[in-house]
């Protein structure tokens, strides 16, 4: 869960610096590409400025505008004044006349040649002259009347047409306000006044890539910055991985020293118990039985002491055996008997045939104790009982290790293996949790499978499948 938190929140902080960033250096590029040849736009904006002031659009687009419009400025305040639908259609008559002989006889690329050429500004500029409205004013008390602007229907197609109005001249093809020069409006005086308004748009061609060059150095350190915060994150986290790992290892030991080591010391200490009986040491035969076991248990605690200490590597330290599945069972199952107070049972049903397989004592005994261990210790009924058996199956063997407990929920039995979990918050049944994980990692150890069937109220029935081909032999006796 912590990890989860921990990725979670490195993942959150690194796309929050990442978007503050990337929208720092958007805000640097814009900056950069709006002050683009900042200094001979404004260059360009004075020289044309003065140069049009009596031209209107250009050199003699006057002309044209004045000739074209005081033809119809009568019939325009006649129909404006009676009727708008008939004015509507004359101004947009009127409109596309006038743009037509603005586009035909345009001189703009002489006067935009001359203006580069006079001031010594790069040769490979561009431009875009647009038309944007027309105005006409035949009454100060109406005022200013558009007869055409950006939303007027024209004939002209649209390639002809921009968001800025129609174009005039240039070959410009992005017009933007980053690259306008100019947004001009001039007036001209007739029988009535009027007023034009257009747009010149200046660029070198590849200016988006220009830009992008001069902000290289920036982009380079915003990177290498990206760079340098994913690398302390990804060496923090694997640091921290490691500390946790080696604090899990000790923790495993520390938690595995009461669990795994519960079961050979009690067995000695009930066997000890007996030996103080009269009875017992009268009978030489229950003593050298008890002492065997005396015996058997403390090498097993040894062999703890040896292990247990790389439990967290167990798939490292294997010693695999030729063993009689039956025996190995019925040795254990002997010796944990003596835990089992009557009227409880522990019974093993052996297999008719000897099994011999290759297996780790040690790894299976730990095994089979903590299923013995969990199938008493969460077991409420009056009388407990644990039978084990092997059956013979096509694919190979299966031990069953049954008891009448009180069964695991469905929604638990996904989890019993998992380390640390308990199904339940019984406080009266001592554990850690560590139990059947142990049981799932000698499994696993020997190539094996686990599988559980269990309802509530009908206990529990733990099957480990052996594959056949792990079986060395098989004879009946």
Same mark, same amino acid.
């Given at each position: ?131 944007? *409205? !027309?105005?006409?004013? +035949?009454? =100060?008390? %109406?005022?200013? #009347?558009?007869?055409?602007?950006? @939303? ?103 938690? *595995? !020293?009461?669990?795994? +080591?519960? =079961?050979? %010391?009690?067995? #000695?200490?009930?066997?000890?118990? @007996? ?110 009982? =644990? ?91």
């Amino acid at each position: 869960m912590k990890d989860r938190i921990y990725k979670s929140v490195v993942l959150v902080s690194f796309l929050i610096l990442l978007l503050v960033q990337l929208r720092l250096t958007y805000n640097s590029y814009v900056l950069r590409d709006r002050d683009y040849s900042l200094k001979e736009k404004t260059l360009i904006n004075d020289e044309y400025g003065r140069s049009i002031s009596e031209d209107k659009v250009y050199k003699d687009g006057g002309k044209i505008i004045d000739s074209i419009l005081s033809i119809n400025m009568p019939a325009l305040k006649q129909a404006y004044l009676s009727n708008r639908k008939e004015f509507v259609k004359l101004s947009q008559s009127v409109s596309n006349t006038l743009l037509k002989d603005l586009r035909k006889k345009s001189t703009m690329d002489s006067v935009f040649r001359s203006i580069v050429k006079r001031n010594g500004l790069d040769s490979n500029l561009q431009y875009l002259l647009t038309f944007q *409205s !027309i105005e006409i004013n +035949f009454d =100060t008390n %109406i005022g200013n #009347i558009p007869i055409f602007d950006t @939303s007027t229907d024209t004939l002209f197609k649209a390639d002809q047409k921009t968001p800025f109005g129609v174009i005039i001249d240039g070959t410009l093809t992005d017009p933007n306000v980053q690259n306008r020069v100019t947004n001009l409006s001039v007036s001209g005086k007739l029988v009535y006044d009027y007023r034009v308004t257009f747009n010149l748009f200046v660029d070198p061609p590849g200016r988006t890539l220009k830009v992008a060059y001069q902000m290289l150095p920036t982009f380079l350190l915003v990177a290498l910055c990206i760079i340098i915060i994913v690398g302390i994150n990804y060496y923090t986290y694997i640091s921290w991985m490691r500390q946790k790992k080696e604090t899990d290892v000790k923790s495993d030991f520390l938690n *595995s !020293i009461k669990h795994e +080591f519960n =079961t050979p %010391i009690t067995t #000695i200490l009930v066997a000890s118990k @007996s030996l103080h009986e009269d009875e017992v040491l009268n009978d030489r035969i229950r003593v050298n039985a008890l002492v065997n076991i005396v015996e058997r248990q403390a090498r097993r605690l040894h062999s703890h002491i040896n292990q247990m200490l790389e439990i967290s590597e167990i798939n490292n330290n294997v010693h695999l055996e030729e063993t009689d599945l039956n025996y190995a069972i019925l040795t254990l199952v002997n010796d944990y008997k003596i835990k089992v107070q009557a009227p409880d049972s522990l019974t093993f049903d052996p297999h008719g045939s000897e099994i011999l397989i290759m297996m780790d004592p040690f790894v299976f005994t730990t095994m089979l104790q903590n299923i013995l261990d969990n199938s008493f210790k969460h077991n409420h009924s009056n009388i407990k009982m =644990t039978v084990l058996f092997i059956t013979t199956n096509k694919d190979g063997y299966t031990l069953h290790i049954k008891d009448n407990g009180k069964g695991i929920e469905d929604t638990m039995k996904e989890k019993i293996f998992d380390k640390f979990f308990r199904a339940g918050k019984d406080n009266a049944v001592s554990g850690l949790g560590l139990g059947l994980y142990y049981v799932k990692q000698c499994i696993d150890i020997h190539g094996w499978e686990i599988s559980v069937r269990t309802e509530p109220g009908n206990g529990t029935e733990f099957l480990v499948h052996i594959p056949k081909e792990q079986a060395i032999i098989s004879t009946n006796h």
